[in-house]
């Protein structure tokens, strides 16, 4: 590929780029396309000033806004895991600045006249291959310039890694003592609990608690199989309507659906002693007992206790009455709990297994797409192709832009079979089962997007590189080392069209809009609101990371795709920002544990680009440039280890310390009571029982039966709000042409 290609490649996503911006930002002013972009924070709009001009034409206003938005604001509305992503974003930015001062202006151009070869007229018919270290001869002493840079760029990653580190520890530390009344504190998960033909689960766990951990046990709730029991609760009511007397109505209906299953006495025991419906009860409670499944949630009376009931060894037989830390009520997987606990290694290995197989299917386009940027070597080989590509504007487009498009739009499909994946591991919450996705799908990219394409472009350069490959598998590092420049090339388109593109696309939102056309064009459905979407960490994440895998291992090799680096990642920051103000809503998160896998990726990124690296320095014949690559390569796994040692811990566990802290406080205080009150009734399995974060409100009996709704001022500002949703936090701001206000939670 020349350089008029990639220029080509960057003209059309900068068009696209500008457009999908420039539309945003008329889009976002539209009223019937406000449940669009502001549905994170969207109870009713009214329309504060009309202005059909100033609402047609494009503003910057949006950028501003998310400029001027500190990282406090983005916590309290995103949580930490918003602010994670976020600093994720500002670490890659500094990073690559640093390393585009060094490679842009010291290493390009050492590579590009690196052999004594005679350049081309037209700047733009060069060759890509000149700006690459491939140019650079063998045995040349500038190659120790860049050694030189790549100790700098280390060394800075590493600071900034340490640094970020170091701060979003203090944020771990600081989310958890904020969360003092968390349920979760308090609630263990206990999974395999033995079945016993004189008693039931629940009779069992009460047992093994009481005799066990008898001064901090303070109840427990019994999980039931959700299908089962749901529609057992169904017929439940069908039953109580037949039984129950006239008289009884009013005072017993309230209570109906609960049926004992959330820590709360059945409504039967209010009925009177009449025969015929304790025998409905007993009934009742018989076929319940048939659908309880081995798990529990036991809650204890310090959060200090339910620790260590927590990480302890409860049985000698460590596949009975195992336990784990119970996630936030809202973050539940109700679904995978009641799945026997000796299943899930065997679900384990078959998603293992899956995976490993979906990889493999993927080889099919990752292969079509390095036939198309090698589209001259295959022409050699294949003589047919000639015809159809002789005009230059067609060849420009096959090699610069349609093998990175052909590689992401394969790539939409990995997300959800991951995601689907991920739940068939049985993850006991929604935000582990999210995370869980989120390392999958990193692996699958580092594979099949880095290495995979690497191989499969220099099997199109030599075709028995394959058979030499598994003659000696110590060719690997030799093999990487020659073929990584060569496809620098399509790295840099990708970055580009996978980087950029995306971007535009997530700032455009195109699925809540075909949402919105479909009710209000098909359904003539005005008041429908396209409802409160989670942040895609599992899908965002790492295309982050791999885009700065790619900064990391190209860096020295092939500086041109540092510029397209840092357009991208300056232009994420003002967009993700946006998004986690405006549209995605926060229903659970890690607290922050997606750093782990942020500073493994960093790691790792920077391990490969030295071990690299090393190796091109040593074809390329310059012993002082590989000698001392290998110190470097040290420092680098000594820095991971110290990491792993003063930080890691505080992201797997909560620190024993500030639980008694926060366990003596509240004894102090006189609220523990309250918190154990809050805490056994916190987690309910079943929809209807309790109210969840996104669910709708129900009116407010103590403002007549009306839920509090838009107050117009004439008949223009008339908009019908939809019922408003239970968020975690509130705010009231303005924006362009719409006034937003925050209905207040119910207590």
Sequence with gaps: MNLSALLFSAGVNTVVCVVCFSLYSVFRKQPSLVDVYFSQNLSHVRLKRYDPFCRFVPSPSWIVKAWETSDEEITSIGGLDALVFVRTIVFSLRVFSIASIMCIFVVLPLNYFGQEVEHTQFFRAESLDHFTIDNVKEGSEWLWVHCLTLYIITCAACILLYVEFKNITAMRLGYITSCASNPSYFTILVRGIPRSPEESYSDSVTKFFTNYYAPSYLSHQILYRAGSVQKLATDSEKMYMILKSSSMKQHCESRLFRCGLCGISSPFTMLSPDPEIQKGKSGFDSELRKKECGAALVFFKTRYAAFVAS???????????????????EDMYWSNICVPYQHLWIRKIAMHVA???????????????????????????????????????????????????????????????????????????????????????????????????????????????????????????????????????????????????????????????????????????????????????????????????????????????????????????????????????????????????????????????????????????????????????????????????????????????????????????GKMKEIHQKVTSAYCQFNGTSFKLGDPVPPNPNVDGEIPGLQPTSEDDIKPAPRPTLRSHHTSFEIEDFEIEELHKPK
Aim: hydrophobic share 45%; glycine share 6%; with cysteine.
């Design 311 to 329: 990480q302890g060894l409860q049985s000698a037989n460590p596949m009975l009455w195992t336990t784990d830390p119970a996630p936030e009520p």
């Design 355 to 669: 995976s490993v197989c979906f990889v493999i299917f993927f080889l099919v386009p990752v292969s079509l797409t390095q036939g198309l940027v090698h589209l001259g070597k295959l022409q050699k080989t294949f003589p047919s192709l000639r015809g159809p590509l002789r005009r230059r504007y067609i060849v420009q487009l096959v090699t610069g832009y349609l093998p990175s498009v052909v590689l992401v739009l394969f790539s939409y499909l990995v997300p959800p079979i991951m995601m689907f994946f991920s739940t068939m591991e049985c993850s006991i919450s929604r935000s582990g089962r999210k995370k869980s996705a989120c390392y999958k799908i990193m692996y699958f990219m580092i594979w099949n997007v880095f290495f995979a394409q690497t191989i499969s472009g220099s099997v199109i350069d030599g075709w028995g590189a394959i058979g030499h490959l598994s003659e000696n598998l110590k060719d690997m590092p030799t093999l990487l080392a020659t073929a990584i420049p060569a496809t620098a090339t399509f790295f840099i388109t990708y970055v580009i069209t996978s980087g950029w593109v995306t971007l535009a696309t997530e700032l455009m939102q195109p699925a809540g809009l075909l949402y919105n056309f479909v009710y209000r064009t098909f359904l003539k459905n005005k008041d429908s609101s396209y409802g409160n979407v989670n942040f895609p960490y599992h899908t965002e994440l790492p295309r982050i990371l791999l885009l700065g895998l790619l900064g990391f291992t190209f860096s020295i090799l092939a500086p041109l795709i540092l510029p397209a680096l840092i357009i991208y990642f300056g232009l994420a920051y003002f967009v993700y920002r946006n998004q986690i103000l405006n549209v995605y809503s926060t229903q659970y998160q890690t607290g922050g544990l997606y750093w782990l896998l942020v500073h493994n990726v960093t790691i790792f990124s920077l391990v490969l680009m030295q071990l690299i690296a090393l190796t091109v320095f040593g074809l390329k014949e310059s012993t002082v440039a590989s000698s001392s690559t290998v110190p470097l390569i040290i420092c680098t796994l000594l820095f991971n280890q110290y990491c792993r040692q003063r930080f890691h811990p505080v992201f797997l566990s909560n620190p024993a310390q500030v639980l008694v802290d926060m366990d003596r406080q509240d004894e102090e205080s």
